[in-house]
Structure formats: C-alpha cells, structure tokens
T-cell receptor
Framework: KNQVEQSPQSLIILEGKNCTLQCNYTVSPFSNLRWYKQDTGRGPVSLTIMTFSENTKSNGRYTATLDADTKQSSLHITASQLSDSASYICVVSARQAGTALIFGKGTTLSVSS | NAGVTQTPKFQVLKTGQSMTLQCAQDMNHEYMSWYRQDPGMGLRLIHYSVGAGITDQGEVPNGYNVSRSTTEDFPLRLLSAAPSQTSVYFC????????????FGNGTRLTVT
C-alpha cells in the first residue's frame, strides 16, 4: 500500500535554531516528492519538487534532500524565523494512470522567541 | 494574479441541506481537484478534472458531485449534507499533475450540524 509517514508529528524550536523534518515513503512506482508549507487557516504552498535523479533542492532557508534508495526525504530549515511556524506536508507522486498524490499527515512546527 | 479562489470561507449547514462550494482559477490550468482535510489525517482527494468536460473520482467521492464546464471553474456540490462531511475543503489546480506543483486555494471550512 502506498504510504507517506512524517516525523516528528510536532516540533517546538527557538527562533534562530535549525531543524530537520523527516519523510519516509513506500510509494511505487515513484515519480517525485514534494514538500508543502501550510500556514494556519491557509492552503498549502509548494516549497520544492524533487525527482528521482535529484538528491538536494533548496528554496531560500529550506533545503530538501531525497534518498530514493532508502525512500527517505528530509526538509532542513536553517536559522528559523517566527514565520516558519506552520505545518509541513510531504507528498509523493506515483507514476501511474490518473492522479496519484499520496499525502503525509504533516509535521507541525512552532518557532518561539 | 488571484491564483485559486474559493468561496465561501465558512459555511454552516443542517443535515440534509445541499450546497455548492465554488472554486475558480485564473492560471489556465487544465488540472483541478478537490480535497478535504480532517484533523490527524492527510489531505484526501474527493474528485478531480483533467480538463473541461472531464471529471473523475478520487479517494473519497461519496456524497459529492462535480462538473467542469469551463477551464476556470470547478464547483463541488454536497448533495445531502451529513455531519461526517464537516471538514475543511481545498481546491487545487496544476499545469501538469505529475510534474508541476499544486496551487491551493485558502479553503472552505464547513460545519454540518
């Protein structure tokens, strides 16, 4: 069964610190992996999309890594800011007919001052 | 550029009532979709469309109806609301689902009493 598991479920860090969020997936055949940021009361916003051949991708202070062999991805946030407080959702796209986006349940990050 | 616009933002219905959630996008995306987001669960696909006149069911289609008469609009109809349909509903569009990011609206929070 295609699944995406994220850890931790929630995380609290101090402003200015770094953090890493994890995503493990069992999706086949794999097409790409996406990270989204969802602020409270808003829709998710795309941070990165990574294909099989990409193992690192950055978007400002956000850096995503992908290990297609172990089926793991991480999202590293550098020098966190209060505005980074949000839910971060990992989504894996399966290469098959129709649409097949498998969503993780998200990691809730709280950045405190 | 408005992106994906959803209306209304909030709605309260009584069991058995019907209503339509509106979704419009101005990016000329062929792909549009509806998701529901419930606490502790990942986003779940209700219905999707790959172009005007073409719709298909997602993971949780029961109790919902869609149509796509134009590229821009993709309304979601609740035929006879039930308390189990209390959720936050997101509309999303994409240029090309396998390879392009989804652009989400800011959601409609629906409560069925």
């Amino acid at each position: 069964k295609n699944q995406v598991e994220q850890s931790p479920q929630s995380l609290i860090i101090l402003e200015g610190k770094n953090c890493t969020l994890q995503c493990n997936y069992t999706v086949s055949p794999f097409s790409n992996l996406r990270w989204y940021k969802q602020d409270t009361g808003r829709g998710p916003v795309s941070l990165t999309i990574m294909t099989f051949s990409e193992n690192t991708k950055s978007n400002g202070r956000y850096t995503a890594t992908l290990d297609a062999d172990t089926k793991q991805s991480s999202l590293h946030i550098t020098a966190s800011q209060l505005s980074d407080s949000a839910s971060y959702i990992c989504v894996v796209s399966a290469r098959q007919a129709g649409t097949a986006l498998i969503f993780g349940k998200g990691t809730t990050l709280s950045v405190s001052s | 550029n408005a992106g994906v616009t959803q209306t209304p933002k909030f709605q309260v219905l009584k069991t058995g009532q019907s209503m339509t959630l509106q979704c419009a996008q101005d990016m000329n995306h062929e792909y549009m979709s509806w998701y529901r987001q419930d606490p502790g669960m990942g986003l779940r696909l209700i219905h999707y469309s790959v172009g005007a006149g073409i719709t298909d069911q997602g993971e949780v289609p029961n109790g919902y109806n869609v149509s796509r008469s134009t590229t821009e609009d993709f309304p979601l109809r609740l035929l006879s609301a039930a308390p189990s349909q209390t959720s936050v509903y997101f509309c999303a569009s994409s240029y090309s689902v396998p390879n392009s990011p989804l652009h989400f609206g800011n959601g409609t929070r629906l409560t069925v009493t």
